[in-house]
């Protein structure tokens, strides 16, 4: 029977230091600054005159775009093969199709439903 080897145990700095002798800190640490950035700007948009369809809209796209650096950056989704992006794009428009068939909806409902 083969030997199964043994698993090394790293504590917390062991990871660190493994993270940054990789180099992979600079990005990291430079995302986590974009986030925070973006969350501040996210706080002072809500003080802004614009209404609530404003202040939702602003929030909403800046949450899209904290999203999209999650994505790329710490789930390793910028550099995945060209299949796993086109899935992606085909769940992006399909989530859009999704909200702009319900607008529809809400927009235009069937006779003796309400």
């Known amino acids: 029977m083969a030997e199964v080897p ?5 504590g917390f700095w062991e990871g660190a230091r493994a993270i940054l002798a ?4 600079h ?10 950035a973006l969350t501040v700007v996210t706080v002072l948009a809500s003080y802004l005159p614009i209404g609530v369809a404003g202040h939702v809209f602003i ?3 800046i949450a899209v775009v904290k999203a999209g650096l999650v994505a790329s950056i710490f789930m390793h989704l910028l ?5 796993v992006h086109r899935f992606m794009a085909f769940t992006v428009v399909f989530f859009f199709a999704l909200v702009v068939l319900s607008i529809f909806a809400l927009k235009d409902p069937v006779s003796g439903t309400q």
């Open 6 to 10: 043994a698993v090394e145990k790293r």
């Open 22 to 25: 990789h180099g992979w800190s």
């Open 27 to 36: 990005h990291y640490i430079q995302v986590f600054l974009y986030l925070l």
């Open 59 to 61: 929030a909403l796209l």
């Open 79 to 83: 550099h995945e093969k060209v299949m």
